[in-house]
């Protein structure tokens, strides 16, 4: 469940529009190239390719079905308004989408291939796919694409809090059908608790490790996050299928 | 030509001191003080004084204040920066910083406080939430009694002072035991909040003692480090932004500078610190400590009117205070500091007793008294091309006429100076100047002592000003216009000054002939932006009909004619002092000096060796040699630390150059040898091109051992 930040907060958060855009000279080149996906940046990561791994192509394909699938409602639903709505001097280097600002679906979608690549790295009990490291580095890139929206003047860093946090549940939703697990933890996202004006990391920016801490039950309690219980899931025999299959290509 | 009729008003007093003031008080207030940033009616203004030693103490005092309440307010606003009681050249002075308010400003320039006043320079005003209240001056810490001299190679503190400085990247640390140390033993963040946000780590034990801005201790910055690590991996961003040099969610007036230097991927302070005194984190480097001083960020993106000088005299200063502390908590008497500045302006006199030039010199002789050892390490400039100085003198009594273009959509002011000779015998007016606008209007002024000729009607969109410049006993003139385009809203500009080409005639009125010391100079005050900064600012030049900007086969046109534009005598205006350690750039692979990098004096000199300072008090000093600023004339800039750890960029200009000697100058240092302009002189191998190449070219280990060409 996600509920988005008043009219009023979001105009608060216009800040950071501002203050980001300055950065668009540094990130140019990414932002264009990540306009349309971002996979091909995740792949630079694990030894993702057509020919060796196709299997884990099909599952992120499903994932990022998913995600898509997700997001377009959240977003519909939730009706939030770009940025560009707010302000004349926002003015985004790239063309905005149709779609609304709240959750954002880079975002969304980034966090959750990294997340399902994490697990397949994770849990294919190959011995340097166990180190931590890979899934700090998926999901600073993941933050780092979700950011890169943000100085491109199309999302605030509260889409891309939503997104991160909309993008790890699924992926682990997809983790757990896939492993065959009967139940997922659910969450709850409050737009409106989302913070401002304190110091970082509760100044109403972006930051991706409290939110994945959080959902891993690793770090503290934010007043954003809360917790909806254990969901049971509906076996999918077909996921765990594509799941063994995918985990395969990395033992 | 039309003519339109003068308007001569009284001069303000500090007109006699320095013109920028009146400037930045009156017409140019709007830019000066940004409206929204300070209190209304309660703003501070940055000023660095250079005071005549004997009458310092009455000149601080407020002796010639009657009024009890008011004096000790004024007792309150000055902090001594350097005490010079030996100096070299026989004048004993006094520096003293002030953020000063508006009557403390007008008091200044009164006739009892100004006789004790040798210079007061103007710096860039901070945001209200940058200033701490007025403080105390700071007490002069006692000599320490001698304590052990470690044995060579011994500590000596490395100084970066400059912008986006990147301290938390991995060039800056070291493994100790397992764990990840800091090796920067102080930060200053200069417009950074004060008082500082109650949070950690500035909650943190030491407590904070700066009079602007915010600093960290090591014991911080390493809690810091600890404390943005995401799965063993500290994550520079968010130590940055926990620290505030980088804070997005800070509120920013429209015509404020938006710029977060440390969250770009290339930055220059990075870059240059790593060049001076970067090293890999394993094995642990412990006895080349760093302190690093970050400018603010207004102050880099846009100069004018309010300099660096204020800035760079405070960060010298706590540096070296900062070092002697250190110091005295290992045990040692003192420790060496070689402070890096790789910053350049171009106007000023150049003679040596500019403000900043001036600062370094006294502050390295009084840290001589105290037994210290500092080393200042200076670029020579990138401006040998750019067309900002001109040499004007009398051949005959013909007038010589001066173009000055001023560029349309300069969104900044703009300034012209003109300096003339010292005036041994006192003579009324050895120049008339008359100057004429885009327009067709003229002005005429001649050489009076502190005069104000104001351009069109009020309100004007320009002025010339006479005023003094007592420390070298000339005369400059100031002309300053307001920015040609718009700015952005929230700076409200009364009239734009007309672009184009303005002509500046001078007329010799008495005097002056065509010997090299009566060499009129004029700079152009810098007014162009540093890579990454917002463009706002345009930087204007000179020229006449006989300058070749390019040779015949299309190159870059590097030697000087008969031409009023010089290249000649381009260098770093805060370079020409005696003690500073000036570095020049050349091209590694062809190994010519790098075309943009800047010159002393050609005219006047004579021919090396020996090495001289410069005979003439009208002449600039050479740069003492040139190090690598490009591997060649393709591969553009030399390799560095990116703002992160782990990324390398390549940067240029003489900044990169400056660095690589100071690193080679804290080696030397280290193994008890001076480390001073003669030792560096000794490295060089000889260059064409003395002015600009000095005793010639030195050898530098690359930093990143990358061969870009064969």
């Given at each position: 469940m996600i509920s988005r930040p008043t009219v009023a907060r979001f105009k608060q958060y216009l800040v950071f529009m501002n203050s980001y855009a300055d950065l668009r000279g540094d990130r140019a080149t990414e932002i264009m190239t990540q306009m349309n996906g971002t996979l091909a940046f995740l792949s630079a990561i694990p030894f993702l390719n057509p020919a060796r791994t196709p299997y884990t192509f099909e599952l992120l394909g499903a994932a990022l079905r998913l995600a898509n699938f997700a997001e377009m409602r959240f977003k519909q639903a939730l009706a939030?308004?770009?940025?560009?709505?707010?302000?004349?001097?926002?003015?985004?280097?790239?063309?905005?989408?149709?779609?609304?600002?709240?959750?954002?679906?880079?975002?969304?979608?980034?966090?959750?291939?990294?997340?399902?690549?994490?697990?397949?790295?994770?849990?294919?009990?190959?011995?340097?796919?166990?180190?931590?490291?890979?899934?700090?580095?998926?999901?600073?890139?993941?933050?780092?694409?979700?950011?890169?929206?943000?100085?491109?003047?199309?999302?605030?860093?509260?889409?891309?809090?939503?997104?991160?946090?909309?993008?790890?549940?699924?992926?682990?939703?997809?983790?757990?059908?896939?492993?065959?697990?009967?139940?997922?933890?659910?969450?709850?996202f409050i737009g409106t608790n989302y913070p401002w004006g304190n110091p970082p990391p509760n100044d109403g920016d972006f930051y991706w490790e409290v939110i994945f801490d959080r959902l891993n039950l690793l770090g503290p309690p934010v007043p954003y996050i809360a917790n909806l219980g254990v969901q049971p899931l509906t076996p999918s025999p077909i996921l765990r299928w594509l799941w063994r299959k995918a985990r395969s290509e990395w033992r | 030509m039309a003519k339109r009729k003068q308007q001569e008003k009284r001069a303000g007093a500090w007109d006699r001191i320095n013109p920028y003031v009146n400037w930045a008080l009156g017409p140019g207030r709007s830019d000066y003080f940004i409206p929204g940033r300070q209190e209304s009616g309660k703003e501070r203004m940055p000023l660095l004084l250079q005071l005549k030693a004997d009458t310092a103490k009455d000149f601080l005092d407020g002796v010639f204040i009657k009024r009890p309440v008011f004096r000790k307010r004024w007792q309150d606003s000055f902090q001594v920066l350097c005490s010079n009681t030996k100096p070299r050249d026989g004048k004993p002075a006094v520096w003293v910083g002030t953020m000063a308010t508006q009557d403390i400003v007008e008091r200044i320039a009164g006739p009892a406080p100004r006789r004790s006043v040798d210079s007061v320079s103007l710096g860039r005003p901070l945001d209200t939430q940058a200033l701490g209240t007025l403080s105390k001056r700071v007490v002069r810490r006692k000599a320490s009694i001698a304590l052990a001299t470690p044995p060579y190679p011994r500590p000596v503190v490395m100084g970066v002072i400059d912008d986006g400085i990147g301290f938390a990247n991995e060039r800056f640390r070291k493994i100790v035991g397992g764990?990840?140390?800091?090796?920067?033993?102080?930060?200053?963040?200069?417009?950074?909040?004060?008082?500082?946000?109650?949070?950690?780590?500035?909650?943190?034990?030491?407590?904070?003692?700066?009079?602007?801005?915010?600093?960290?201790?090591?014991?911080?910055?390493?809690?810091?480090?600890?404390?943005?690590?995401?799965d063993g991996v500290i994550d520079e961003g968010l130590v940055y932004r926990k620290v505030r040099l980088i804070d997005f969610a800070r509120p920013l007036a429209a015509a404020d500078v938006n710029h977060q230097s440390a969250a770009w991927c290339a930055s220059h302070g990075t870059h240059v610190?790593?060049?001076?005194?970067?090293?890999?984190?394993?094995?642990?480097?412990?006895?080349?400590?760093?302190?690093?001083?970050?400018?603010?960020?207004?102050?880099?993106?846009?100069?004018?009117?309010?300099?660096?000088?204020?800035?760079?005299?405070?960060?010298?200063?706590?540096?070296?205070?900062?070092?002697?502390?250190?110091?005295?908590?290992?045990g040692l008497a003192s420790l060496p500091v070689v402070i890096n500045v790789s910053y350049g302006l171009l106007a000023d006199p150049h003679d040596g007793t500019g403000f900043l030039e001036a600062f370094i010199d006294h502050k390295i002789q009084e840290c001589r008294t105290r037994g210290i050892d500092l080393r200042v390490v200076l670029p020579s400039g990138n401006s040998y091309l750019s067309r900002i100085h001109a040499q004007v003198s009398f051949t005959s009594a013909a007038p010589r006429t001066l173009q000055w273009h001023v560029q349309p959509d300069d969104r900044t002011p703009s300034f012209l100076e003109i300096w003339l000779p010292p005036d041994p015998i006192a003579i009324a007016s050895r120049v008339t100047l008359r100057i004429t606008s885009p327009a067709g209007a003229s002005w005429t002024i001649p050489e009076l002592p502190f005069s104000t000729v104001y351009f069109g009607a009020s309100p004007y969109y320009g002025q010339v000003a006479s005023s003094p410049?007592?420390?070298?006993?000339?005369?400059?003139?100031?002309?300053?216009?307001?920015?040609?385009?718009?700015?952005?809203?929230?700076?409200?500009?009364?009239?734009?000054?007309?672009?184009?080409?303005?002509?500046?005639?001078?007329?010799n009125t008495g005097g002056l002939t065509s010997a090299a010391r009566h060499i009129i100079h004029a700079w152009v005050r810098r007014d162009d932006q540093v890579y990454g900064f917002p463009v706002r600012g345009r930087q204007s030049y000179l020229t006449d009909s006989l300058y070749r900007a390019f040779d015949h086969a299309g190159r870059d046109e590097e030697f000087d004619n008969s031409s009023l534009v010089k290249r000649e005598n381009t260098i770093n205006s805060l370079a020409t002092g005696t003690e500073a350690i000036v570095m020049g750039g050349y091209l590694g692979k062809e190994g010519v000096v790098a075309k943009y990098s800047a010159a002393g004096s050609r005219t006047g000199m004579p021919a090396p060796p020996p090495f001289p300072n410069p005979p003439v008090a009208t002449t600039s000093r050479w740069p003492d040699a040139v190090a690598?600023?490009?591997d060649s004339r393709v591969h553009t800039g030399v390799l560095a630390a990116g703002s992160y750890s782990n990324s390398r960029v390549a940067m240029g200009g003489t900044s990169v150059a400056a660095p690589q000697i100071a690193r080679r100058v804290a080696d030397n240092l280290a193994m008890g040898n001076p480390g001073d302009r003669q030792t560096v002189r000794s490295w060089a191998v000889p260059l064409p091109q003395f002015e600009r190449s000095g005793a010639g070219w030195i050898a530098t280990v690359p930093i990143v051992r990358l061969k870009r060409f064969e």
């Amino acid at each position: 469940m996600i509920s988005r930040p008043t009219v009023a907060r979001f105009k608060q958060y216009l800040v950071f529009m501002n203050s980001y855009a300055d950065l668009r000279g540094d990130r140019a080149t990414e932002i264009m190239t990540q306009m349309n996906g971002t996979l091909a940046f995740l792949s630079a990561i694990p030894f993702l390719n057509p020919a060796r791994t196709p299997y884990t192509f099909e599952l992120l394909g499903a994932a990022l079905r998913l995600a898509n699938f997700a997001e377009m409602r959240f977003k519909q639903a939730l009706a939030s308004r770009r940025a560009n709505e707010y302000s004349p001097q926002v003015q985004p280097m790239i063309l905005t989408p149709s779609h609304s600002s709240f959750p954002s679906g880079h975002a969304t979608e980034a966090f959750t291939s990294a997340y399902v690549l994490w697990r397949l790295l994770q849990t294919s009990g190959s011995p340097p796919y166990g180190h931590i490291s890979w899934r700090n580095q998926l999901m600073r890139l993941a933050s780092r694409i979700a950011i890169n929206r943000t100085i491109a003047g199309v999302h605030f860093p509260v889409d891309s809090a939503a997104g991160c946090f909309l993008g790890i549940q699924l992926g682990r939703y997809l983790w757990r059908l896939g492993a065959g697990l009967p139940n997922y933890p659910a969450y709850r996202f409050i737009g409106t608790n989302y913070p401002w004006g304190n110091p970082p990391p509760n100044d109403g920016d972006f930051y991706w490790e409290v939110i994945f801490d959080r959902l891993n039950l690793l770090g503290p309690p934010v007043p954003y996050i809360a917790n909806l219980g254990v969901q049971p899931l509906t076996p999918s025999p077909i996921l765990r299928w594509l799941w063994r299959k995918a985990r395969s290509e990395w033992r | 030509m039309a003519k339109r009729k003068q308007q001569e008003k009284r001069a303000g007093a500090w007109d006699r001191i320095n013109p920028y003031v009146n400037w930045a008080l009156g017409p140019g207030r709007s830019d000066y003080f940004i409206p929204g940033r300070q209190e209304s009616g309660k703003e501070r203004m940055p000023l660095l004084l250079q005071l005549k030693a004997d009458t310092a103490k009455d000149f601080l005092d407020g002796v010639f204040i009657k009024r009890p309440v008011f004096r000790k307010r004024w007792q309150d606003s000055f902090q001594v920066l350097c005490s010079n009681t030996k100096p070299r050249d026989g004048k004993p002075a006094v520096w003293v910083g002030t953020m000063a308010t508006q009557d403390i400003v007008e008091r200044i320039a009164g006739p009892a406080p100004r006789r004790s006043v040798d210079s007061v320079s103007l710096g860039r005003p901070l945001d209200t939430q940058a200033l701490g209240t007025l403080s105390k001056r700071v007490v002069r810490r006692k000599a320490s009694i001698a304590l052990a001299t470690p044995p060579y190679p011994r500590p000596v503190v490395m100084g970066v002072i400059d912008d986006g400085i990147g301290f938390a990247n991995e060039r800056f640390r070291k493994i100790v035991g397992g764990v990840i140390e800091s090796r920067v033993e102080n930060w200053w963040l200069q417009d950074g909040p004060n008082p500082p946000p109650a949070v950690p780590p500035f909650t943190l034990p030491p407590p904070q003692a700066v009079p602007f801005g915010c600093e960290l201790y090591k014991s911080q910055i390493d809690w810091t480090l600890q404390n943005s690590m995401v799965d063993g991996v500290i994550d520079e961003g968010l130590v940055y932004r926990k620290v505030r040099l980088i804070d997005f969610a800070r509120p920013l007036a429209a015509a404020d500078v938006n710029h977060q230097s440390a969250a770009w991927c290339a930055s220059h302070g990075t870059h240059v610190m790593d060049l001076a005194c970067g090293f890999d984190p394993s094995p642990p480097v412990h006895n080349r400590p760093i302190m690093c001083v970050q400018l603010p960020t207004r102050v880099t993106a846009d100069e004018n009117p309010g300099e660096l000088y204020y800035y760079i005299a405070h960060g010298i200063t706590h540096i070296v205070e900062r070092a002697q502390d250190l110091a005295q908590s290992w045990g040692l008497a003192s420790l060496p500091v070689v402070i890096n500045v790789s910053y350049g302006l171009l106007a000023d006199p150049h003679d040596g007793t500019g403000f900043l030039e001036a600062f370094i010199d006294h502050k390295i002789q009084e840290c001589r008294t105290r037994g210290i050892d500092l080393r200042v390490v200076l670029p020579s400039g990138n401006s040998y091309l750019s067309r900002i100085h001109a040499q004007v003198s009398f051949t005959s009594a013909a007038p010589r006429t001066l173009q000055w273009h001023v560029q349309p959509d300069d969104r900044t002011p703009s300034f012209l100076e003109i300096w003339l000779p010292p005036d041994p015998i006192a003579i009324a007016s050895r120049v008339t100047l008359r100057i004429t606008s885009p327009a067709g209007a003229s002005w005429t002024i001649p050489e009076l002592p502190f005069s104000t000729v104001y351009f069109g009607a009020s309100p004007y969109y320009g002025q010339v000003a006479s005023s003094p410049w007592l420390p070298s006993s000339r005369t400059r003139f100031i002309i300053m216009l307001q920015p040609t385009g718009r700015p952005d809203s929230g700076v409200l500009v009364p009239e734009l000054a007309p672009a184009g080409t303005w002509k500046i005639e001078f007329r010799n009125t008495g005097g002056l002939t065509s010997a090299a010391r009566h060499i009129i100079h004029a700079w152009v005050r810098r007014d162009d932006q540093v890579y990454g900064f917002p463009v706002r600012g345009r930087q204007s030049y000179l020229t006449d009909s006989l300058y070749r900007a390019f040779d015949h086969a299309g190159r870059d046109e590097e030697f000087d004619n008969s031409s009023l534009v010089k290249r000649e005598n381009t260098i770093n205006s805060l370079a020409t002092g005696t003690e500073a350690i000036v570095m020049g750039g050349y091209l590694g692979k062809e190994g010519v000096v790098a075309k943009y990098s800047a010159a002393g004096s050609r005219t006047g000199m004579p021919a090396p060796p020996p090495f001289p300072n410069p005979p003439v008090a009208t002449t600039s000093r050479w740069p003492d040699a040139v190090a690598v600023s490009e591997d060649s004339r393709v591969h553009t800039g030399v390799l560095a630390a990116g703002s992160y750890s782990n990324s390398r960029v390549a940067m240029g200009g003489t900044s990169v150059a400056a660095p690589q000697i100071a690193r080679r100058v804290a080696d030397n240092l280290a193994m008890g040898n001076p480390g001073d302009r003669q030792t560096v002189r000794s490295w060089a191998v000889p260059l064409p091109q003395f002015e600009r190449s000095g005793a010639g070219w030195i050898a530098t280990v690359p930093i990143v051992r990358l061969k870009r060409f064969e």
